[in-house]
T-cell receptor, first 114, second 110 residues
Framework: GPKVLQIPSHQIIDMGQMVTLNCDPV?????FYWYKQILGQQMEFLVNFYNGKVMEKSKLFKDQFSVERPDGSYFTLKIQPTALEDSAVYFC????????????FGPGTRLTVL | GQQVQQSPTSLVLQEGENAELQCNFS?????MQWFYQRPGGSLVSVFY???GTKQSGRLTSTTVIKERRSSLHISSSQITDSGTYLC????????????FGEGTKLTVSS
């Protein structure tokens, strides 16, 4: 089936540094998402993105977070500066449409902030 | 707000037994997905099933919109079925974001 790729699979950084998580969505998909899962906890929605704009973001999507997809390349999640509580697995997803469409998930990037 | 309740929280089976996992949601939905999360954390899509019944091998999903529930049935469980099963839904009239349940941890032993 369609595949979403995420790079890197694991990232370790020091608190206060900037990190960029990369997502290569399914090629013809138009809607992109980030979800966050802290170890042992529930998966939670962060943000969705369409046509170059953030459509919706949750309370977890702090001011230090930003997303973009310049020129149809990677869909990225940038955190600047990082905090200890940002340690989690971040999953990217994409879908062809919004409501009622299946979302395809990547394998996740495990972010460890020291 | 919109909630997704999964039950049971955990389930221990002997190999060959059947499993029934439940997901209840609090409002009308646009989409319903079931995922299997490996012990290492990666997600595998099991079903996209916003309504009706779908089957794939030993797995069957049934979503009954009027009753606001979806189930995942695993027949003749195998040790390799062990892991966490997550359901997620996007609610009608809202955004496309998926709201996840807390998961059912399945352990199958020989």
């Amino acid at each position: 089936g369609p595949k979403v790729l995420q790079i890197p699979s694991h990232q370790i950084i020091d608190m206060g540094q900037m990190v960029t998580l990369n997502c290569d969505p399914v090629s013809n998909h138009l809607y992109f998402y980030w979800y966050k899962q802290i170890l042992g906890q529930q998966m939670e929605f962060l943000v969705n993105f369409y046509n170059g704009k953030v459509m919706e973001k949750s309370k977890l999507f702090k001011d230090q977070f930003s997303v973009e997809r310049p020129d149809g390349s990677y869909f990225t999640l940038k955190i600047q500066p990082t905090a200890l509580e940002d340690s989690a697995v971040y999953f990217c997803a994409s879908s062809l449409g919004d409501w009622g469409y299946e979302q395809y998930f990547g394998p996740g990037t495990r972010l460890t902030v020291l | 707000g919109q909630q997704v309740q999964q039950s049971p929280t955990s389930l221990v089976l002997q190999e060959g037994e059947n499993a029934e996992l439940q997901c209840n949601f609090s409002t009308s939905l646009n989409s319903m997905q079931w995922f299997y999360q490996r012990p290492g954390g990666s997600l595998v899509s099991v079903f996209y099933n916003p309504s009706g019944t779908k089957q794939s091998g030993r797995l069957t999903s049934t979503t009954v919109i009027k009753e606001r529930r979806s189930s995942l049935h695993i027949s003749s469980s195998q040790i390799t079925d062990s892991g966490t099963y997550l359901c997620a839904m996007a609610y009608q009239g809202g955004s496309a974001k998926l709201i996840f349940g807390e998961g059912t941890k399945l352990t199958v032993s020989s």
